[in-house]
């Protein structure tokens, strides 16, 4: 019945949502920000350890959402290891325009981690889910107020 | 209109739909990809139009429009009549005592905003109480809380029960204060489907010295009222659920409510004369009516009301009574599945969870099966607080829907537990 959703719901999908990694809160982080998607009743928190080069030492989600709005926020805990926060930057500036634009409409972001740029592909489907989109970037949006120290953001 | 030999007329829901012309078309066609026939299950956010009324609206522009209540012209006195006859529809369906006792508003939204601050404006205040439910929706919510932060008035809450019926008692202790001067509840849930037991509360409030207004907005959707048979003070309703369209509300009031209250918003229409230092106001209900009105979704409204009543809202009522039962049944054999909202008393309208499937991922699933379901918090947040969930997938009944359609939601939902297995 459901075929051609498996480009949106891709067994990596289906997997973090059920498992997500990273998932719960840490017991040290310095940064951290909620997130919310009023429309579906999205919920997370994102914390950060952001070590004093600005490198992101650590990541951890928690929170409740749909298996796209978890499996995004694993996947990006995962990415965002060892990163800059201007790479994490660039890459929140990526995902957002392959969950929102056709290939030739992507801007420059600069330097991409081309490892974290395959494994966050998993969700390009959404592309095709105008309704979904906000699930995918939440955690992301999220991710950048913690990183700004905006304690509270929205997808609205 | 005698209802009573109409609603022996068995239910022909074929015949029905053919009234609705949007019932056959498909969804998610695609190039080489067969399109899904459209299984509309989001009637509780907004119902589809029939042919009458989609008709009445065109035509009344093609042939009959103008402004009304303004012109000495034909068509201005034509258009007026046209419009002035779907208050008295209106108060033909909720068997009001007179058209003045209706008030036409932009929507169910803007009623209560009207109510909040024109009759709770004059009559509340500070440490004044008002009831509400924990099942309201933010309409009947937010305009009290503008109020609160205006005069100082104070919000209780009206608990449910588990089953989602409201919990009589605790509104009885609640009206124990004498400081509450009206109790503002649902008539029927949008998220629970629960039909409250409207006369019984008012005769509650009215024993308490309080005032009462019901939401109608869903259960005059669902089932015949009658406002004088429930004693309500106010009774709201929204257009666009009742087949109606888009940008059309409706205030009920007793008289000597309506008369008691100032103007809402001002502006043409509503005033008898104005000069720069003094103007005087019309009478009720054209008081709260200020501006060019909705005249072409009023001309549908009132098509809406007749298509209804040509049905009969008793015919209405047990056609998804049975739809109800049966779909409860059907979901209830599901595995993890949970209803949330089960009360004796309710309208067909079934939320629910599915343990490890979130509400936005079953919605976007069953959509693809052309099934059409409201996923989310349905502007009830409260009430998901109470029952400890984010969100839920609801389904809602119309006069349209049938049997084999709950099926495919049945099925849908069925296939999206395997999915996510
Ligand atoms: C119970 C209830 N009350 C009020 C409203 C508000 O109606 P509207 O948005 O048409 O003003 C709705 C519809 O969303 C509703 O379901
Ligand atoms: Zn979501």
Request: no cysteine; aromatic share 4%.
């Given at each position: 019945m459901f075929d051609d959703l498996r480009d949106l719901y891709q067994e990596v999908i289906l997997d973090h949502g059920k498992h997500p990694r990273n998932f719960g809160k840490p017991e040290a982080f310095n940064r951290m920000a909620r997130g919310e998607n009023p429309l579906c009743g999205d919920k997370i928190n994102v914390y950060l350890s952001i070590g004093p080069e600005g490198v992101v030492n650590d990541a951890h989600f928690d929170g409740r959402g749909c298996a796209i709005s978890q499996a995004s926020a694993s996947l990006m805990t995962e990415t965002l290891k060892g990163k800059t926060e201007a790479e994490a930057e660039a890459l929140f500036g990526h995902f957002h325009d392959m969950c929102t634009k056709d290939d030739h409409e992507h801007t420059d972001h600069g330097h991409l981690d081309p490892e974290a740029v395959e494994k966050l592909?998993?969700?390009?489907?959404?592309r095709e889910f105008p309704m979904r989109v906000k699930c995918a970037t939440l955690a992301w949006h999220t991710m950048h107020a913690a990183i700004h120290g905006d304690e509270k953001t929205t997808t609205e | 209109m005698d209802t009573r030999i109409l609603t022996n007329a068995p239910y022909d829901v074929e015949k029905v739909r053919?009234?609705?012309?949007?019932?056959t078309r498909l969804v998610h066609e695609k190039p080489g990809r067969p399109g899904k026939p459209l299984v509309y299950l989001d009637n509780a956010a907004s119902a589809q139009k029939p042919r009458a009324v989609i008709d009445a609206m065109a035509n009344f522009m093609a042939h009959d429009y103008s402004n009304v209540h303004r012109g000495v012209h034909y068509l201005s006195q034509v258009a007026t009549n046209l419009y002035e006859a779907t208050r008295v529809k209106t108060a033909t369906f909720l068997n009001a005592p007179s058209p003045d006792t209706i008030v036409f508003t932009r929507s169910a939204t803007e009623a209560f905003n009207l109510v909040a601050s024109s009759w709770g404006g004059a009559h509340l205040k500070a440490g004044d109480e008002i009831i509400l439910s924990v099942m309201e929706h933010h309409a009947n919510i937010v305009p009290w809380q503008l109020l609160r932060s205006r005069t100082g008035i104070v919000i209780k809450v009206a608990p449910v029960l588990d089953d989602g019926t409201l919990d009589l008692e605790a509104l009885a202790r609640l009206l124990?204060?004498?400081?509450?001067?009206l109790v503002s509840i649902t008539h029927g849930s949008n998220v629970l489907g629960t039909v409250t037991p409207a006369a019984e509360i008012a005769r509650m409030a009215h024993a308490a010295g309080a005032k009462v207004l019901f939401d109608g907005s869903q259960a005059a959707v669902h089932m015949p009222v009658d406002v004088q048979a429930i004693d309500a003070d106010f009774y709201i309703m929204t257009g666009h659920k009742l087949y109606g369209p888009t940008g059309f509300g409706v205030l009920y009031g007793k008289a000597e409510l309506l008369e008691s209250m100032p103007p809402y918003q001002g502006g043409g229409?509503?005033?008898?004369t104005v000069t720069f230092e003094e103007t005087t106001f019309r009478e009720v209900p054209h008081r709260f009516e200020a501006g060019t009105p909705p005249i072409v979704e009023g001309i549908g409204f009132g098509a809406a009301i007749d298509y209804v009543t040509a049905l009969s809202m008793g015919a209405i009522h047990a056609h998804e009574q049975r739809l109800l039962a049966y779909a409860t049944e059907k979901l209830q054999a599901i595995d993890g599945l949970r209803i949330i909202g089960t009360s004796p008393t309710k309208a067909a309208i079934l939320s629910f969870t599915i343990e490890g499937v979130h509400p936005h991922d079953i919605g976007t699933l069953v959509d693809r099966a052309g099934v059409a379901v409201r996923v989310g918090r349905h502007c009830a947040e409260p009430l998901m607080d109470r029952f400890g969930v984010g969100a839920t997938a609801r389904a809602s009944f119309a006069l349209y829907n049938t049997e084999a359609e709950a099926d495919a939601l049945v099925d849908a939902v069925r296939a999206v537990r395997e999915f996510f297995n």
């Open positions: 592909d998993v969700l390009s489907g959404v | 053919q009234d609705f012309p949007i019932l124990e204060s004498p400081k509450v001067k229409d509503m005033i008898q």
